[in-house]
């Protein structure tokens, strides 16, 4: 579960400092040497648990630039996976 920083990225820094797990480096620090933005997955939660849609994608002026899969990110879906340190069996 991660979001995705597209190629349309305009490298504005609008999601840098959103991002509550600092997941989001600019393009000077991708890994991959592309000229955007990254988004490293194994820190990305998608601002669950801190928003109720990543703040990167709402921050970000370019339409599409952030993309992340909307399976399991419905609020009925959200909901159901409880708070952060509960039980997940009985």
């Known amino acids: 579960m991660a979001v995705l ?4 990225c305009i490298s504005c820094d ?3 400092d959103e991002c509550p797990v ?3 480096v600019d393009n000077d620090d991708n ?7 990254y988004v490293y997955k194994d820190k990305c939660v998608e601002c669950v648990g801190h928003n109720d849609a990543p703040a990167c ?6 339409e599409g ?6 399976v399991g990110s419905s609020k ?3 909901e159901d996976r409880g708070e952060v340190g509960d ?3 009985d």
């Open 5 to 8: 920083i597209t190629d349309t």
């Open 14 to 16: 609008a999601c840098l």
């Open 57 to 62: 994608a709402d921050a970000c002026p370019t």
């Open 31 to 37: 890994p991959t040497g592309e000229d955007v933005y």
């Open 87 to 89: 039980a997940v069996i």
């Open 22 to 24: 600092g997941a989001i």
């Open 65 to 70: 630039c952030i993309v992340w899969d909307e």
């Open 76 to 78: 009925i879906e959200k």
